[in-house]
């Protein structure tokens, strides 16, 4: 029997548990944008209606999350060998691809199982390989599946096999499928899959919550100056996310308004030290050392986004739905986008920030020279994006949505066997 981990389970709203047993399934136990967007679904999850449990891997940050909001979690699905599988690979070796069968085979029929004996009436799964096993074994269990898909499905991010592993999946198992954006749904529909099972539903945030700690304070913890203009980009230091053409942005900046000042919030992770090291090269290339602040990982973005005046978004490949821009807009920052996947859902162009060429530094450049020079355009395009965020990702607008694509699915599937 799977390994289960909990904390006493508690109601928060303080009433009876849910009329539907949910199963998310997640195959990664570390917390991403991904995870986090599930932990603020499951916090704002009406109670009443649904009583969450949890299948991972293995102990990591996200069980723990879990586990302390009193939901119980099921350890040991996928198998180890099966988290090896990448977006654009099917695995380190020979040996390993050979397996990869067998452990899948493993997988979905424990995860049938453990389905069937507790009884689930639905199942969400909420991450690319979680949508394969999980999908599987909610249809030997003769239970629906949801997916909640993240993920833009495209040849320049998943190989072919993967995609062919999706469409199929996706097309026979899948219930539903809720994309986290137009761009997301166009990928999947022109993947194949039929375009009735796909519905967007954006992400939401905590548009009420607020930073109390005064600008100045957090800028004086990084040595800049209290009217300095100040520009942040918050992402994974990878290289897709474009921090390196924030810096070469930076730079531009920087001949125009020496007295801007340039925040890169966030860390490398999964081995990726070495990339951090070149931007940081970069940088002192640039003689961007004293102008161009690496903060490292922080756990206080919000506070960093509201001591800032623009807010930077440079992937250089399709994001679905970046909630950063969103997080920034709801703190009445204008934001700056690259302009393709989910950004020009997030920024009207002109009016709540400015997108532009994903990957060309002197577009960036312009745009951040735009805002930070013009603090009275800065402002009205912010509190456009404040408005903006309110009407559109709302988190208890936004997982009301969901709750009403869940409840149309399980009262369809009612009278399966």
């Known amino acids: 029997m799977a390994e289960v981990f909990s904390f006493p389970r508690v ?22 944008g991904a995870e986090k967007v599930l932990l603020r679904l499951l916090d704002n999850l009406d109670r009443e209606l649904f009583e969450p449990s949890a299948a991972c891997p293995h102990h990591g940050p996200l069980a723990e999350e879990l586990a302390s909001r009193g939901i119980k979690v099921f350890f040991g699905f996928p198998s180890r060998r099966l988290l090896e599988v990448r977006r654009e690979s099917i695995g380190k070796n020979r040996l390993s691809a050979f397996l990869y069968p067998f452990d899948m085979v493993s997988t979905v029929f424990r ?9 689930f009436d639905l199942i969400l799964t909420n991450s690319a390989k979680a949508d394969i096993y999980g999908s599987i074994a909610g249809w030997l269990s003769f239970k629906p599946v949801v997916w909640r898909l993240h993920d833009i499905i495209t040849p320049e991010v998943f190989s072919k096999l993967n995609r062919a592993l999706f469409k199929t999946a996706a097309s026979l198992f899948a219930s539903k ?17 039929n375009p009735e099972i796909v519905r967007v539903a954006y992400n939401g945030i905590d548009i009420k919550s607020t930073v109390t700690q005064p600008p100045e304070e957090t800028r004086a913890e990084f040595g800049i100056d209290a009217f300095a203009p100040v520009a942040a980009m918050v992402c994974r230091l990878v290289a897709w996310k474009g921090p390196d053409i924030f810096i070469k942005a930076a730079a531009d900046v920087l001949k125009r308004l020496p007295e801007a000042r340039f925040l890169l919030v966030g860390d490398a992770t999964f081995g990726e030290q070495t990339y951090v090291g070149e931007l940081k090269k970069l940088a002192r290339n640039l003689d961007l050392e004293d102008r161009l602040i690496f903060t490292g990982f922080r756990d206080d973005i919000p ?26 807009m709801s703190l009445g920052k204008p934001v700056i986008g690259s302009r393709e996947g989910g950004v020009p859902e997030i920024v009207e162009d002109g009016i ?26 800065a402002r009205s395009m912010g509190k456009k994006a404040f408005e903006r965020a309110e009407r559109l990702f709302e988190i208890r607008k936004s997982t009301g949505n969901i709750e009403k694509e869940l409840l149309e699915v399980i009262e369809k599937n009612k009278y399966r066997p």
């Open 11 to 32: 109601n928060p709203r303080g009433k009876e548990m849910g009329k539907y047993r949910l199963l998310v399934v997640n195959h990664a136990v570390e917390i991403g």
């Open 111 to 119: 995860l049938a199982h453990l389905i069937h004996k507790k009884k």
């Open 177 to 193: 499928v809720l994309v986290v954006s137009e761009a997301t749904r166009k990928a999947i529909i022109d993947l194949g899959v």
């Open 303 to 328: 506070r960093i986004m509201s001591a800032s005046d623009v807010v930077v978004h440079a992937s250089i490949l399709p994001d679905p739905l970046p909630t950063v821009l969103i997080e920034a």
């Open 352 to 377: 709540t920030g400015l997108t532009f060429t994903p990957g060309c530094v002197s577009e960036l450049a312009e745009s951040m020279s735009l805002l930070l020079s013009d603090r009275n355009k």
